[in-house]
């Protein structure tokens, strides 16, 4: 773990410090992506900064709500640059909400807009795992592999590696001309059906995980629902014949 960097009387988060890196990479990758689909650039610049402030914002709210009186009784712990203390799930929600609206407004199409944000956020997803074996977040279960990393007082299994691995793979996977996509929006459907499908994968070695009723892993199931969904999605997109679609 490496959370912080003392730089004279300041403290740089270096987990924080990473999800800005991979934001800007990743950017720069759909940067490079939307002209390459015909889309205006500087308006997937846009779509991705209103989709990155409501999802900031986001995140802290919700988390906030789950949590109201720990807020209430400190409401300057709204502005704390701990990435700890967002709702991922929340953020998500209304980043993506953000961006559509958006994207709507300026009649940016769909699918297309979903293809071009691919890569970036692909490379997104290589730096929240950068992140969380920074911090020591997303830790593995107590394990005694000869692999296994000494985190929180026990030997755990490396959970953090095992997602910066498999981010680095999906990332590689849905880079143009690696899988076939023969419609639009098939490279993102194909993105978002691999992080489903790692994350069932990953939750299995995880020592943090929300349970559900008895003993149901939350992001277990979440990512299964996800997946079903995506091969619903990929079938019939992959049978309608592309055409221009507006958000």
């Not at 074996?133 to 997303?138: K, R, T, Y």
């Not at 001309?177 to 993105?191: E, S, T």
């Not at 790692?198 to 149901?216: I, K, M, P, T």
Request: glycine share 8%; hydrophobic share 50%.
């Amino acid at each position: 773990m490496f959370p912080y960097l003392r730089l004279g009387p300041f403290l740089l988060q270096m987990p924080l410090l990473m999800l800005f890196i991979g934001f800007w990479i990743g950017s720069t990758f759909t940067e490079r992506e939307a002209p390459r689909l015909g889309l205006n650039k500087e308006k997937i610049n846009n779509l991705i900064g209103y989709g990155l402030l409501g999802g900031i914002l986001g995140a802290r709210l919700v988390y906030a709500a789950q949590y109201a009186s720990v807020y209430v009784a400190n409401p300057l712990g709204l502005f704390s640059p701990s990435t700890s203390t967002l709702s991922p799930i929340g953020g998500f929600l209304i980043g993506m909400s953000t961006a559509l609206i958006y994207g709507y407004r300026q009649k940016l199409p769909f699918r297309q807009s979903l293809d071009a944000l691919t890569p970036g956020l692909a490379f997104f997803m290589i730096s929240i795992g950068v992140s969380h074996l920074l911090s020591g977040n997303a830790y593995g279960s107590p394990s005694r592999v000869p692999w296994a990393m000494y985190l929180w007082s026990d030997y755990r299994h490396p959970a953090q590696l095992y997602e910066i691995f498999l981010a680095l793979a999906i990332f590689t996977l849905v880079l143009p001309k690696v899988l076939p996509a023969r419609a639009p929006g098939i490279r993102f459907a194909q993105f978002v059906s691999l992080s489903a499908l790692a994350r069932v994968f990953l939750e299995a070695f995880r020592g943090d995980s929300v349970l559900w009723l008895d003993g149901y892993r939350a992001a277990q199931v979440m990512g299964l629902l996800v997946l079903i969904i995506c091969i619903v999605v990929l079938n019939q997109w992959e049978r309608i014949e592309p055409h221009e679609t507006s958000i």
